[in-house]
């Protein structure tokens, strides 16, 4: 008999482990998970297969073990549930396409929340990072995410680390140091949403950097009173809309080496 902690509502299966239920189960199917419960086996998506997660209130704790998607993953839940790990091995590897909607927490202490080196959106969820040294989510050179939703915070470190093409259209970014590190080479587009930080710059940025309004909205960008909420260090940055502000601080600086367009 095969403990019943996930079923495949498409094929009415049951699995014990989150690994067999992604390897066992067909392209376009979803999986539900029953009882909260801690994964000691690398749980992998194939390269080629669509998948949907249901946490449905439930927890999945990894032990020193990460979520690899190599194909096209959608986890979502409309009522709550989470995925997180205090080991040091990332949360979640993504190198296909991975999507997060609704409500529940993504949660890792010991590194990345998400890496992610091919497509990623965050719709909903909060993601969030309690490590003192990774970013919560770490975007790889060549990789592209986007913030539509949701929130990303960070408790020590980045919430952000971008080294390939970032967009906030929407949600929360936050963290208590740098929320946003944009590094030389990348791009960051900022078009909505609300981006804070509570004690270091809110956007550091090294790359390209274009603040733009949306449709119909625009961002918010907020600082705080111990250093200036956007550092130019040495890319460009180009504001065209949004709404910019600082405590007792510089809003904008930017080095003699940067340029600045507004």
């Given at each position: 008999?095969?403990?019943?902690?996930?079923?495949?509502?498409?094929?009415?299966?049951?699995?014990?482990?989150?690994?067999s239920a992604f390897s066992d189960s067909a392209s376009g199917s979803s999986i539900k998970v029953l009882v909260s419960v801690t994964e000691t086996k690398e749980p992998t998506v194939a390269t080629g297969k669509t998948l949907g997660l249901v946490l449905n209130e439930k927890t999945i704790t990894l032990n020193n073990v990460t979520l690899v998607n190599n194909g096209t993953l959608n986890i979502s839940n409309p009522t709550g549930g989470a995925i997180s790990s205090s080991s040091t091995s990332v949360l979640i590897s993504n190198r296909g396409k991975l999507t997060t909607s609704g409500t529940g927490v993504l949660n890792s202490s010991g590194s990345n929340t998400i890496s992610n080196y091919g497509t990623c959106e965050i719709k909903g969820f909060q993601i969030l990072g309690t490590s003192s040294s990774y970013?919560?989510?770490?975007?790889?050179?060549?990789?592209?995410?986007?913030?539509?939703?949701?929130?990303?915070?960070?408790?020590?470190?980045n919430a952000i680390y971008n080294l390939?093409?970032?967009?906030?259209?929407?949600?929360?970014?936050?963290?208590?140091?740098?929320?946003?590190?944009?590094?030389?080479?990348?791009?960051?587009?900022?078009?909505?949403?609300?981006?804070?930080?509570?004690?270091?710059?809110?956007?550091?940025?090294y790359g390209t950097c274009n603040i733009e309004k949306d449709t119909n909205s625009y961002a918010t960008i907020t600082g705080n009173s111990k250093h200036p909420t956007i550092y130019n260090y040495e890319g460009t940055l180009s504001i065209s809309a949004g709404k910019i502000s600082a405590e007792d601080q510089q809003v904008i600086v930017s080095d003699t080496k940067a340029t600045l367009n507004i």
């Open positions: 008999l095969v403990k019943a902690n996930y079923l495949n509502t498409t094929s009415n299966s049951y699995y014990d482990t989150l690994a970013p919560t989510i770490y975007n790889q050179s060549g990789a592209s995410l986007i913030v539509s939703g949701g929130t990303v915070s960070a408790t020590s470190a390939g093409t970032a967009t906030v259209s929407g949600g929360t970014v936050s963290a208590q140091t740098v929320t946003i590190s944009n590094r030389s080479g990348s791009m960051l587009t900022i078009k909505s949403g609300t981006i804070s930080c509570s004690a270091g710059n809110t956007i550091a940025n």
